[in-house]
């Protein structure tokens, strides 16, 4: 089949993908962590030979803490480079197809991560994406997509190069019990 | 590749034209929305030689005020401004909006010669667009409970055809309001959550 691009020059039908992939994460906190702190980080590693491709992204935010009259809790998504998140808990990353080949994001220089991270010498672009759920009483969930890649559409994914990579950071400072499940899906091509 | 002309005399926005792919967000916490409290302008640049066309625009509300004893409701609506004639005028108080590539390779948006911006506080701004506004969605929630979040979406299902995707041509913009119900103004509390994204196509 002949490629045909688009006018910057991407396949308008791209090449099949060397596989695609999910993860979930989650995490509750039990501290006051900072304001921009990243507690889920993703990053295709410098090592890496393909693009990551994000389909999707979406979960729930979650508060059982001491409600807190007039104050909100909030998530931002922000692509980064330059650095790999360190510290945290390493997450699985699942073949959506077991034929699939694993993840470029398990490389040993790359992470995916949950935790309140250590992110040293990393270059931060803008937040793309905010969420928030009101603290003024307790028991609370607010879900979120980010639905990059609606149905019939060629092209449209958020793409990572090849040692960039997508964080989660606390958007306002956390008051224990704020919690995040978020679940990431992606091809690699 | 030949320029496309439907029956009408449209000129087709292939995706051949596409220069690239592009998203925004932001997150405001009012301490008093109000009607008409223009909070978004998002303007295709006047003089540019692009067509925007917007796929989706989603995020979620949320109020963690002092819940209100009358009922009051407090939201937005988005709207077009130029499809039956000029902006007479852009938001004035504002922060700008960053324009992210989705894909790094992609020219940078043309949106950043543009005066798009957001305000912290609506009410700040007045009423500075006078032209008549196409009102295309609303979303509302109430202020007689605190600890309220409501998501929402607004998803141009097919985008890579040219009947759909919220097409601004240039000097054409995307407007965000906030608009109350039953009081002439929202409780400190109430907040916007919002993502924009776009392609950029070339004019044919």
């Known amino acids: 089949m002949a490629i045909i691009k688009d006018g910057s020059n991407a396949n308008l039908y791209p090449t099949t993908p060397a596989g695609s992939y999910i993860a979930g994460a989650a995490i509750r906190h039990t ?47 922000i692509r980064f480079s330059a650095g790999d998140p360190t510290t945290g808990t390493t997450l699985p990353r699942i073949k959506k197809k077991n034929s699939y080949a694993a993840s470029q994001i398990l490389d040993a220089n790359a992470q995916f991560k949950s935790g309140v991270l250590t992110m040293t010498s990393v270059v931060y672009e803008s937040e793309f994406f905010f969420v928030r759920a009101p603290a003024s009483v307790t028991a ?17 994914p958020f793409e990572l190069a090849v040692g960039e990579g997508i964080a989660v950071r606390l958007n306002i400072i956390a008051i224990v019990g704020q919690g995040l499940a978020v679940t990431f899906e992606w091809d690699e091509r | 590749m ?41 303007q295709n640049f006047a003089n540019n030689n692009r067509v925007v066309k917007i796929r989706k625009i989603y995020g979620n509300t949320t109020f963690d005020g002092v819940a209100t004893a009358t009922p009051i409701w407090a939201g937005f ?26 894909r790094k390779t992609d020219p940078a948006s043309c949106l950043s010669f543009g005066a798009n911006a957001y305000s912290t506080d609506p009410g700040d701004n007045g009423n500075p667009i006078t032209v008549q506004p196409q009102i295309f969605y609303s979303s509302r ?3 007689s409970l605190t600890g309220k979040s409501l998501s929402y979406s607004v998803q141009f299902r097919e985008p890579d055809f040219d009947y759909d995707g919220l097409h601004l041509s240039p ?34």
């Open chain 1, 31 to 77: 501290a006051t962590d900072a304001a921009d702190s990243a507690v889920i980080a993703l990053r295709n590693p410098s090592a890496s030979t393909k693009t990551v491709c994000i389909r999707r992204i979406y979960g729930n935010m979650l508060f059982d803490g001491t409600a807190s009259a007039g104050n909100s809790l909030g998530y931002e998504f």
């Open chain 1, 140 to 156: 609370q969930v607010v879900p979120f997509e980010i639905p990059f890649v609606t149905a019939g559409a060629a092209y449209e």
């Open chain 2, 2 to 42: 030949g320029v496309i002309t439907y029956p009408n005399g449209d000129k087709a926005l292939l995706t051949a034209n596409r220069i690239g792919q592009y998203m925004t967000g932001f997150a405001n916490r009012y301490g008093g929305a109000t009607n008409n409290g223009i909070f978004l302008v998002f």
């Open chain 2, 77 to 102: 609506d988005l709207l077009v401004y130029g499809q039956t004639g000029p902006i007479a005028s852009t938001i004035t108080t504002a922060s700008a909006l960053p324009r992210m590539n989705k």
């Open chain 2, 141 to 143: 929630m109430s202020m």
């Open chain 2, 171 to 204: 000097s054409h913009a995307l407007v965000g309001r906030t608009m109350t119900h039953g009081g002439t103004a929202a409780p400190a509390g109430f907040g916007i959550c919002m993502s924009i994204e776009w392609d950029e196509y070339a004019l044919t």
